[in-house]
T-cell receptor, first 113, second 113 residues
Framework: EAQVTQNPRYLITVTGKKLTVTCSQNMNHEYMSWYRQDPGLGLRQIYYSMNVEVTDKGDVPEGYKVSRKEKRNFPLILESPSPNQTSLYFC????????????FGPGTRLTVT | AQSVTQLGSHVSVSEGALVLLRCNYSSSVPPYLFWYVQYPNQGLQLLLKYTSAATLVKGINDFEAEFKKSETSFHLTKPSAHMSDAAEYFCAVSDPRDDKIIFGKGTRLHILP
């Protein structure tokens, strides 16, 4: 089944403890992206990647890192999480650029205390 | 710079009534436009998209949207609402020259019995 998977789905952590949220897609898509969803703010793009070893900042990249060493994986790294990063995170992939439909993962709900 | 505005964070309609969700965009070039739906505790999924072909776009579940350049609008409609349409809907705009996509803040659709 074609899908985007994220792990973990739920995570509660403490300020400053490094964490990684994994994202994997099995559709051989070139384009992958991370978003955060906050009430009243909609979805905001954190980082995106056009292909392996090619990443770029979205609208809210501060406090996040990403890497794209393999086409299928696009992990999101929070080196030192803070409470303002408490949010619902979505990974998405697309065959090529954003002009194509994006396929979203199920989301990761992160709480930083 | 692109932007997208969704009028109304919450919209309520009666079952069987017309659904109208409003989306206005700003873009310096002909944009690509999307409507996504998010059901509770799920990721987003594509309803329909406009990519400079026909101005009236039909999507899944009898939803459709019309691209009106003169009004910079891409409103979503459905002739008859079902209880299963209760969800949050996001309009998004993409500039075909780059790889960013901007989402609106979302409209939560409530269906009244």
């Amino acid at each position: 089944e074609a899908q985007v998977t994220q792990n973990p789905r739920y995570l509660i952590t403490v300020t400053g403890k490094k964490l990684t949220v994994t994202c994997s897609q099995n559709m051989n898509h070139e384009y992958m992206s991370w978003y955060r969803q906050d009430p009243g703010l909609g979805l905001r793009q954190i980082y995106y990647s056009m292909n392996v070893e090619v990443t770029d900042k979205g609208d809210v990249p501060e406090g996040y890192k990403v890497s794209r060493k393999e086409k299928r994986n696009f992990p999101l790294i929070l080196e030192s999480p803070s409470p303002n990063q408490t949010s619902l995170y979505f990974c998405a992939s697309s065959p090529r650029r954003t002009t194509y439909e994006q396929y979203f993962g199920p989301g990761t709900r992160l709480t930083v205390t | 710079a692109q932007s997208v505005t969704q009028l109304g964070s919450h919209v309520s309609v009666s079952e069987g009534a017309l659904v109208l969700l409003r989306c206005n965009y700003s873009s310096s070039v002909p944009p690509y436009l999307f409507w996504y739906v998010q059901y509770p505790n799920q990721g987003l999924q594509l309803l329909l998209k406009y990519t400079s072909a026909a101005t009236l776009v039909k999507g899944i579940n009898d939803f459709e949207a019309e691209f009106k350049k003169s009004e910079t609008s891409f409103h979503l409609t459905k002739p008859s609402a079902h209880m299963s349409d209760a969800a949050e809907y996001f309009c998004a705009v993409s500039d075909p020259r780059d790889d960013k996509i901007i989402f609106g803040k979302g409209t939560r659709l409530h269906i009244l019995p």
